[in-house]
Antibody, heavy 118, light 107 residues
Framework: QVTLKESGPGILQPSQTLSLTCTFS??????????VGWIRQPSGKGLEWLAN???????YYNPSLKNRLTISKDTSNNQAFLKITNVDTADTATYYC??????????WGQGVMVTVSS | DIQMTQSPASLSASLGETVSIECLAS??????LAWYQQKPGKSPQLLIY???RLQDGVPSRFSGSGSGTQYSLKISGMQPEDEGDYFC?????????FGGGTKLELK
C-alpha cells in the first residue's frame, strides 16, 4: 500500500525558508522509474506543479519560481524534501507530495497547509 | 510553457446524466494527459492516465479520450459521489501544467 505524508512548519514569516518533508511507504526511491513530485494549491484555487525528483537523482523545477526551489531525497529513510527560499504571502498554500510512477502522479499525500504571514 | 485550457469552469448535472469536461493544450502533448478528482478538503485522486487509461479502482463510468491538443473526460451517468473538482494535468513537457479546474455539482 502506497502512502505519503507531508510535514512542514505550518506558519512562517516573509523572507524565511520553507522546508517541507514527504515521508512515504509502499515504494522506494531507489527503484528504477520511481519519483516524487511536489505540487501546491492556494486555498480555493488551482494546482501548481513545483518540482520532481527521480530514483537516479534527476530533478526538474518549475521555472516560475526561478531559483527558489531545491528538491532532494533520503532514499534510506523513504523521504523527499522541498525547500523554498525567500517566501512571501503568495507562497501560502496547501503543499502536496505525490508518487511519480509509470502512470504519472498516481498517489498523493493528504497535504500540509503553509501560511506565510508577518 | 504549455497552457491547459479547461472547460467548463463549473457544471451542474442531474443524477444519471452524462457529463463531459474538456482540456485543450496549447501544443501537442502526445496523450501525456491525466485527469484527477478532488473533493473538498482532500487531495486529488487519479482517475485517468495516458489520456484514456482508467486507474485501478476507478468506476468504469469514467472514461478519457483525445489526442494531440484536445482531451476530454466523460462521466457516463452522474452519481452523487462524483461531485467535486476535476483537473487535467499535462506531463508531456516541463513545466508540468494543470488545467484551471471544473467544479461539478449535482443538480
Amino acid at each position: 500500500q502506497v502512502t505519503l505524508k507531508e510535514s512542514g512548519p505550518g506558519i512562517l514569516q516573509p523572507s524565511q525558508t520553507l522546508s517541507l518533508t514527504c515521508t512515504f511507504s509502499g515504494f522506494s526511491l531507489s527503484t528504477y522509474g520511481m519519483g516524487v513530485g511536489w505540487i501546491r494549491q492556494p486555498s480555493g484555487k488551482g494546482l501548481e506543479w513545483l518540482a520532481n525528483i527521480w530514483w537516479d537523482d534527476d530533478k526538474y523545477y518549475n521555472p516560475s519560481l526561478k531559483n527558489r526551489l531545491t528538491i532532494s531525497k533520503d532514499t534510506s529513510n523513504n523521504q523527499a524534501f522541498l525547500k523554498i527560499t525567500n517566501v512571501d504571502t503568495a507562497d501560502t498554500a496547501t503543499y502536496y507530495c505525490a508518487r511519480i510512477a509509470i502512470r504519472g502522479l498516481d498517489y498523493w499525500g493528504q497535504g500540509v497547509m503553509v501560511t506565510v504571514s508577518s | 510553457d504549455i497552457q491547459m485550457t479547461q472547460s467548463p469552469a463549473s457544471l451542474s448535472a442531474s443524477l444519471g446524466e452524462t457529463v463531459s469536461i474538456e482540456c485543450l493544450a496549447s501544443e501537442d502533448i502526445y496523450s501525456y494527459l491525466a485527469w484527477y478528482q478532488q473533493k473538498p478538503g482532500k487531495s486529488p485522486q487519479l482517475l485517468i492516465y495516458a489520456a484514456n487509461r482508467l486507474q485501478d479502482g476507478v468506476p468504469s463510468r469514467f472514461s478519457g479520450s483525445g489526442s494531440g491538443t484536445q482531451y476530454s473526460l466523460k462521466i457516463s451517468g452522474m452519481q452523487p459521489e462524483d461531485e467535486g473538482d476535476y483537473f487535467c494535468l499535462q506531463g508531456s513537457k516541463f513545466p508540468w501544467t494543470f488545467g484551471g479546474g471544473t467544479k461539478l455539482e449535482l443538480k
